[in-house]
């Protein structure tokens, strides 16, 4: 309604020439006129067609100018009313003004005067309906915002896993009902408070923290975090951070996830396969023996042929005998048996001494098996020493089976900072890039020409792996085909055991 053509005037004035004069001036401004001779007809025209302005003569015959005024105002309407005081004193005009008028105009007047009054009513009028436009939008927009947010809010409510979201302080700001229940907390604790007062886990707390404060900038670079809110629950958390529309970090949001079902399933796996592997070893160790000792006898006495088939059947049952015992090694590291008797070891002795076994099998081979001893004596560390071997034993002896004969092997060890670092190099076949992510899976093997005759189990490496965590350690691994291979293991000097 801001088209100047659609204003709607009524003049309402006892006297003619002024009424079709204001008409005149009016019209050729663009306004649509009516025009009322007393109070009377102008109060019906108001009535049946609502004008935006009215010029309201004060002093007609009948019902005088400032009753009509009281009238009009008490419609309740928005009708800008102007007044036009003829003989009567300015006195009139302050009190229409008081009543509710909203400008005058004193006659006589010039049409330029008229036109200047009527066109600040006018800007009046639109700026007043502009404000109304506005204000409904604002309010369908507050309107649209919270159905929108209490969209939100219902599905986050009715999430399955657990959420929560921290500001920068690590205020906890919102949380589900699946959160509440996955923390053990109960179903109307409030928010508001910081993240520790919600968690007994240090450790999940600060990473919480760090990641709301913009610590972390990738999402992709905050590691998953298990912990255990209480006995026989198992919780996995995993934290991003929430950002504005400038990139700054506004806090974190937490997602938990209940993984206790996982977590049984994984421990009876691992027990039933080291029940299992346990019931095995022993009738397969036997059947092992027996069959040495039944070979030890027929030499010389049965065709040759015979003693191949047993011999074979020597070689399997000693092949099965170590595919339990890595079975089982995988348990105990699955349940964390392992790496629990730890002692002061002197890693530069302990490889010597691996590197001393391993030499003959490597000589079988033609190859070269060296341990460069550091220049510098390393400091002791304290861990299990089967743990060590174990890893440093199946490293060297993959080096020496992935290794052509007379190829060379190399183990070092040094001191690096926090760590050590120990490194198997051969030059033997070397793994292709695309398997080079698989060998630490369990039962993962590389089947090409070369490797099809050795044979193993595919469950060394995952053992070294294994351990090494266990230790709070590293593994890594470089290798080119054909060229060969490097394994590092970095080992921190003050184990997980010292602490
Ligand atoms: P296994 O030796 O019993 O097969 P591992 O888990 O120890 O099982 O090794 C997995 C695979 O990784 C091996 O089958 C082999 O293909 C590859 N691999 C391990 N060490 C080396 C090495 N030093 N050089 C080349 N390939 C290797």
Request: hydrophobic share 40%; with cysteine; net charge negative.
């Amino acid at each position: 309604m801001t088209n100047q053509a659609s204003f709607h005037v009524l003049v309402v004035d006892d006297e003619e020439g002024i009424r079709s004069g204001a008409d005149r001036i009016l019209t050729r401004m663009g306004c649509r006129v009516t025009q009322a001779a007393n109070g009377n007809d102008g109060l019906k025209v108001i009535d049946a067609d609502a004008p935006a302005i009215v010029l309201l003569d004060m002093k007609m015959p009948g019902i005088d100018g400032m009753e009509v005024l009281q009238r009009i105002q008490s419609l309740g309407r928005e009708i800008l009313v102007i007044v036009i005081t003829g003989y009567a004193t300015l006195e009139t005009a302050v009190e229409a003004m008081k009543r509710g008028a909203y400008d005058f105009i004193p006659k006589p007047f010039t049409p330029d005067q008229l036109r200047i009054v009527v066109n600040r009513a006018m800007e009046t009028v639109r700026l007043r309906q502009q404000a109304e436009t506005l204000a409904r939008e604002r309010e369908r927009t507050l309107l649209d915002l919270d159905r929108e947010q209490s969209r939100l809010r219902t599905i986050v409510d009715f999430l399955p896993s657990g959420l929560f979201v921290t500001n920068t302080e690590g205020i906890i700001v919102l949380m589900n009902p699946a959160c509440r229940q996955a923390l053990n907390l109960a179903a109307d604790t409030a928010t508001g408070r910081h993240i520790d007062a919600y968690i007994d886990d240090e450790r999940l707390c600060s990473l919480v923290l760090d990641t709301s404060r913009g610590r972390h900038i990738d999402a992709e670079d905050i590691p998953p975090y298990e912990f255990s809110p209480s006995d026989n629950k198992f919780l996995m958390a995993r934290c991003q951070p929430v950002r504005g529309a400038n990139g700054q970090c506004l806090g974190a949001l937490v997602n938990l996830m209940d993984i206790t079902t996982l977590k049984v399933l994984d421990r009876l796996k691992s027990e039933f396969v080291a029940k299992v592997s346990h019931e095995l070893r022993s009738p397969l160790a036997t059947i092992h023996e027996q069959l040495a000792l039944v070979l030890s006898d027929m030499i010389g006495q049965v065709p040759e042929n015979d003693q191949h088939l047993l011999s074979r059947a020597k070689e399997k049952t000693q092949g099965l005998i170590s595919l339990i015992g890595d079975l089982l090694d995988l348990s105990r590291i699955e349940s964390g048996t392992v790496c629990h008797t730890p002692k002061p070891v002197q890693v530069e002795k302990l490889l010597a001494d691996i590197v001393d076994f391993l030499q003959a099998q490597a000589r079988a081979k033609g190859q070269t098996l060296e341990f460069a001893a550091p220049d510098e004596p390393l400091p002791p560390i304290k861990v299990d020493p089967l743990a060590l071997e174990s890893i440093f034993g199946n490293l060297i002896t993959n080096a020496i089976n992935y290794t052509q004969e007379g190829g060379q092997i190399r183990v070092t060890a040094e001191h690096a900072g926090p760590h050590l670092r120990i490194q198997v190099t051969d030059n033997g076949f070397g793994i292709e890039p695309r398997h080079l992510e698989r060998i630490f899976e369990r039962f993962f093997r590389v089947k090409n020409d070369r490797t099809r005759f050795i044979t193993g189990t595919g469950l060394g490496l995952p053992i070294v792996k294994g351990l090494v965590d266990a230790l709070g350690g590293l593994i890594q691994v470089e290798s080119t085909p054909d060229a060969g291979s490097t394994f590092t293991v970095l080992i921190p000097v003050n184990t997980p055991a010292d602490a």
